[in-house]
T-cell receptor
Framework: DSGVTQTPKHLITATGQRVTLRCSPR?????VYWYQQSLDQGLQFLIQ???????AKGNILERFSAQQFPDLHSELNLSSLELGDSALYFC??????????????FGPGTRLTVL | QKEVEQDPGPLSVPEGAIVSLNCTYS??????FMWYRQYSRKGPELLMY????GNKEDGRFTAQVDKSSKYISLFIRDSQPSDSATYLC??????????FGQGTELSVKP
């Protein structure tokens, strides 16, 4: 168990809908990262927050947004969902932000299915 | 072209075999190299990391980096059925994000 928790485990929804994924980092970690994992694209970095502020952006669509709250938990909002958004969404956390050796610990993931 | 390339496999070996997993990368600014292991329906977990050319050993696992050829490898000795998982290589530069390979699915048959 990495100490990172994600809810829900599974989510099934329809195209055009909006969903919110939630992540609680390990105790003491200030950074939260969101990743998308699909069969064809592999594990893709979406966005990073550090202590409440956006720190880095990856291949995140404009329909997706995220935030980190004062208690350091984070939410990833996915809107106007398309079939292609079906994937595993992982949250990871680390102590710091940009250190080369900062280890990222991954949560168990949320499996999103868009029908 | 992806910054980190990894053969997705699948790779099937008998128990006790030596497994070699490989990645190539294109960004010479990458300084930190990791291997993650991901069991089915679980999140990736860090297996090994290194930030210099050469070998690093941890039990049955050896990570190898050759910066001159931009090639990273993971060797598993005396492979066990419990090693069956997807192995992801990842690279990082200073202040940068992790870039993952596609992952190689490994199956170790008893």
């Amino acid at each position: 168990d990495s100490g990172v928790t994600q809810t829900p485990k599974h989510l099934i929804t329809a195209t055009g809908q909006r969903v919110t994924l939630r992540c609680s980092p390990r105790s003491g970690d200030l950074s939260v990262y969101w990743y998308q994992q699909s069969l064809d694209q592999g594990l893709q970095f979406l966005i990073q927050y550090y202590n409440g502020e956006e720190r880095a952006k990856g291949n995140i669509l404009e329909r997706f947004s995220a935030q980190q709250f004062p208690d350091l938990h984070s939410e990833l909002n996915l809107s106007s969902l398309e079939l292609g958004d079906s994937a595993l969404y992982f949250c990871a956390s680390s102590v710091g932000s940009t250190s080369l050796t900062d280890t990222q610990y991954f949560g168990p993931g949320t499996r999103l299915t868009v029908l | 072209q992806k910054e980190v390339e990894q053969d997705p496999g699948p790779l099937s070996v008998p128990e006790g075999a030596i497994v070699s997993l490989n990645c190539t990368y294109s960004n010479s600014a990458f300084q930190y190299f990791m291997w993650y292991r991901q069991y089915s329906r679980k999140g990736p977990e860090l297996l090994m990391y290194t930030y210099s050319s050469g070998n690093k050993e941890d039990g049955r696992f050896t990570a190898q980096v050759d910066k001159s050829s931009k090639y990273i490898s993971l060797f598993i000795r005396d492979s066990q059925p419990s090693d069956s998982a997807t192995y992801l290589c990842a690279c990082r530069n200073q202040g940068g994000k992790l870039i993952f390979g596609q992952g190689t699915e490994l199956s170790v048959k008893p």
